[in-house]
């Protein structure tokens, strides 16, 4: 009996393509040497885009907002595109998406977790086990961050919003599906508490997202980040303050272990 071979990421597809291309006669080998001239990376004026990234960690590059220009932002979307099926843009007012829309069709704006995203992926079923969980509603946005980047890495996610510790038998109700997670993603400002008690009630890994939410003494994030840090529960590893997207990669390359 064969065995299954695990399904090609696009740039492996490409790569795989352009190989039997030149091994079949259809393609010069001086135009395969071009092509593969972007094999480190592409040149631009602005960025020097890794299209080759998905091959090595198994998610293409993802691209940060801030600090971009519109007009950057769509060139580096247009190129990534023609050798990427999955594009993840974070951070960025629905403005630069409409911009982005009129020029490509398919991408989709989450208000939430302010980002952009295009799935050409032909991904059908997606793997359970991770769940995002916040202590408040204003932990909302840093939370959906995370889930959309574990959603575009394939992953089934669970949302799980507004159980902090000022009223925690909210959280109790919702035991069951914690407690049946891979992963959880525990995001919380204020003092912080919240990854910790999870810590304490669940068998896998709990992943703690500080936000810059709460009053003056929370220092924008510090206050929680050093709660989560000092953790008495195992189990618990912390990323930075509003890391949204760290903890959901994260929790994606765990949950497909």
Known sequence: ????????????????????????GDLPLDMAVKELSTLPYEEMLHAKIDHHRSLRTGFPEVIYGPGKTRSQLLAII?????????????????????????RIQDAEYN??????VINRSKTKKYIPGITVVT???ADIPVAEEAALTAELMGN?????????VAGIHRLFDHLHIIRSSRVVVAVAGMDGVLPAVLGGLVTCPVIAVPTS??????????????????????????VNIDGGFNAGYLAGLINKI
């Open 135 to 137: 202590g408040g509603t």
């Open 78 to 102: 247009e190129r990534m595109i023609l050798k990427s099926e999955r594009i993840l843009v974070t951070r960025v007012d629905e403005k630069t998406f409409q911009s982005v829309r009129a």
């Open 156 to 164: 089934k996610i669970e949302r799980i919003f507004d159980v902090g």
């Open 111 to 116: 208000a939430s977790a302010q980002a952009i």
């Open 1 to 24: 009996m064969k065995a299954s071979r695990k399904p090609q990421q696009a740039s492996e597809r490409w790569l795989t393509d352009l190989l039997k291309k030149v091994q079949n």
């Open 213 to 238: 939410v709460g009053y003056g003494a929370s220092f924008k994030g510090v206050a929680p980040l050093l709660t989560m840090l000092n953790s008495c529960a195992p189990g618990v590893a912390v």
